[in-house]
């Protein structure tokens, strides 16, 4: 596995995502090795991965060799890809190399120009993408939507969203109360849904309590603590705060790919209220657990109903825990096996759908 860092699951989606992926492997007969772009060891998440019987390579010697040993090459990103699989092709011919885009990042991209008045270089990110894509043997994507999107240029692709375990005992309406938004912020969409949520959502909300939940917010995100809302930043365990809170947001302007925040609140049983950037790549069934809106008055007046009104917040609650299942580990199995070695699950295994 070659991705930008060590993974980070209590920092970010995508490190709980490739972590998840990690122990679905492990436990299935495979024995996985990371490879960080980054050079680093951050701890204490390599010292769990090293007890857990993970190698790291935090160099390019100790990467090859790693390559060169490998059945299967998962490489992650458009930057890991134009690093690293073309000499992995070469190292390992015989490997199987499979391409994780963890969201299509120059559709990010052209969304942040759009909104903020940007210029990126989203052009070139889509041709790094392209090609990662069309060299790969296999295409990984979050969703059926981005699956959908890069097809034509894949050989073969799998769908393998963001998996959290379904939470049984997760608290009932009168259990809960407050708005919650989580995102780790270094990861600039999140940033710029906080500024938004608190600056342009929140006049349009009565006095009800605010709490936002991330690692990492920039002194711009600590500045919006107020009388209602609070910015607690890092959180090592966030289910408390998912199974008090009554209604998750998730205001995002730009993004692409499948919202870790969203499945995290669905395992919970817990109501969203999305844009539909923070939507996309959902089908009906978890679509019933949100409220869409794109504007900040009607994202407000959304919130407000499934705040205040038991019936409605229990409807979507149940969905929520409903579209929970589809999103747990084990309904990753089949496809992240298809991903590494092409073929099922084992006998009575369930799997997310592929393509």
Request: charged share 25%.
């Amino acid at each position: 596995m070659i991705d930008e860092h060590v993974p980070m699951p209590d920092r970010d989606g995508g490190s709980a995502r490739m972590c998840a992926i990690l122990d679905l492997l492990r436990g299935n007969g495979w024995a996985p090795a990371l490879v960080a772009l980054d050079g680093r060891r951050i701890e204490p998440y390599a010292g769990a991965l090293a007890r857990d019987g993970i190698p790291i390579a935090t160099t390019r010697r100790d990467a090859r060799a790693l390559i060169r040993a490998a059945e299967a090459v998962w490489i992650c990103r458009p930057e890991a890809a134009r690093a690293w699989m073309d000499e992995a092709r070469a190292l390992n011919p015989g490997a199987r190399i499979a391409y994780d885009m963890v969201d299509l990042h120059h559709v990010r991209e052209a969304r942040r120009d759009d909104v903020l008045g940007t210029k990126s270089a989203h052009h070139r990110t889509r041709e790094r993408e392209r090609a990662a894509v069309a060299g790969a043997d296999v295409v990984v994507a979050v969703s059926e939507a981005e699956a959908a999107a890069v097809a034509d240029h894949a050989r073969s692709v799998v769908v393998v969203p963001t998996p959290y375990e379904p939470v049984d005992d997760a608290p009932g309406y009168g259990e809960r109360e407050g708005l919650l938004f989580i995102g780790s912020f270094d990861h600039e969409p999140n940033v710029d849904a906080a500024l938004w949520l608190v600056r342009s959502i929140l006049p349009h909300l009565p006095e009800i309590d605010l709490t936002i939940a991330g690692s990492n917010p920039p002194p711009r995100v600590r500045a919006l603590q107020g009388e209602h809302v609070v910015v607690r930043g890092y959180v090592p365990d966030l289910g408390a705060l998912l199974r008090r809170s009554r209604v998750a947001l998730a205001p995002l302007r730009f993004g692409a790919g499948l919202k870790a925040k969203v499945v995290q609140a669905f395992a919970y049983g817990l109501p969203v209220i999305a844009t539909s950037v923070a939507a996309e790549g959902f089908g009906d069934a978890p679509r019933a657990a949100m409220r869409v809106e794109d504007d900040a008055a009607a994202f407000a007046a959304a919130a407000i109903d499934v705040y205040e009104d038991e019936a409605t917040w229990t409807r979507l609650s149940a969905a929520a825990r409903a579209a929970a299942e589809a999103y747990a580990p084990s309904a990753a199995l089949e496809a992240v096996l298809r991903a590494v070695a092409g073929f099922d699950a084992p006998d009575g295994a369930s799997g997310v759908s592929s393509t």
